[in-house]
């Protein structure tokens, strides 16, 4: 009760300095008569306590409802839950049990523990063994399996048959060509304008003993194979360059278009 006089008093204090300050701004800046600011004010001052009152009430309805709903509580929530193992009921394992009494005994928290040993139990407890990880790997794991080498093709200085495992593992019989031991007279062919053949494979061609077109050209399909399988880091490329149609070309004075590119300059 006290706090609803209260309330209403500082409602009507503050109608009444709001009526007063619109009062003084309608009669010194509006420029309104003196009655007509007076009405003026007293109107604001009005509105302003009825809104201000019935902001009141709704707050007084908030705090009449909560207070009706906070004693309202289950005794059932409240309640501590039960964990006396001794008002659970023990369900005989060995006996089959009710279902229904060992469910409801699961739900309120309880443990449940056979009363007698299961049939069997004891043996399988013996026959249990010990499993250890010892980190084999997966070749340990399937000695059997076929496991691929790994390739790189993209790697320097890799080997061909690394990039292909199988491509020299299937090449028919092989004969190694004839090689020399130092160019013949006027000196060594420019083996670069053969498609394929760099300044690199160019210096293990003279390692070789491969210094001219017509040794390259008189190759017969075993010394290729021969060739192709002992090019170190270049293996396969005597045939999948074409090296001996070039030769063939090259050593009876003849061009053909990547020569002709390599006699101009640029190509390397």
Known sequence: MNNTVTREKRILKIAAITGLVVAAL???????????????GL?????????????????????????????????VAASPVATDPVAAPVVDAGQGGDIET??????????????????????????????KYEGA?????????DVPPVAHPGAEGASEAQALPDAEAAAGPSI???????????????????????????????????????????WSETEVAWMDQNLKGF????????????????ASGGETEFSSKVGKGGVY
């Open 26 to 40: 309608c009669y010194l800046l509006l420029r309104f008569g003196f009655p007509g600011a007076v009405m003026t």
């Open 43 to 75: 109107i604001i001052g009005l509105i302003v306590a009825v809104i201000l009152w019935l902001m009141g009430r709704g707050d007084d309805a908030a705090v009449t409802e909560a207070s009706v709903a906070a004693p309202v509580a289950s005794p």
């Open 102 to 131: 060992a469910a409801s005994a699961a739900d309120t928290g309880s443990v449940l523990k056979p009363s007698a040993r299961l049939a069997g139990q004891d043996e399988l407890a013996s026959r249990k063994g010990s499993w």
């Open 137 to 145: 790997s997966a070749v340990d794991a399937m000695p059997d399996a």
């Open 176 to 218: 190694k060509p004839e090689m020399l031991t130092a160019p013949r007279d006027g000196g060594a062919d420019n083996l670069k304008e053969i498609k394929g053949v760099g300044p690199k494979l160019e210096a293990l061609l003279h390692e070789m003993g491969v210094y001219h077109f017509d040794q390259i050209a008189s």
């Open 235 to 250: 293996k396969g490329r005597v045939s999948r360059d074409t090296w001996i149609a070039q030769a063939q070309v090259l």
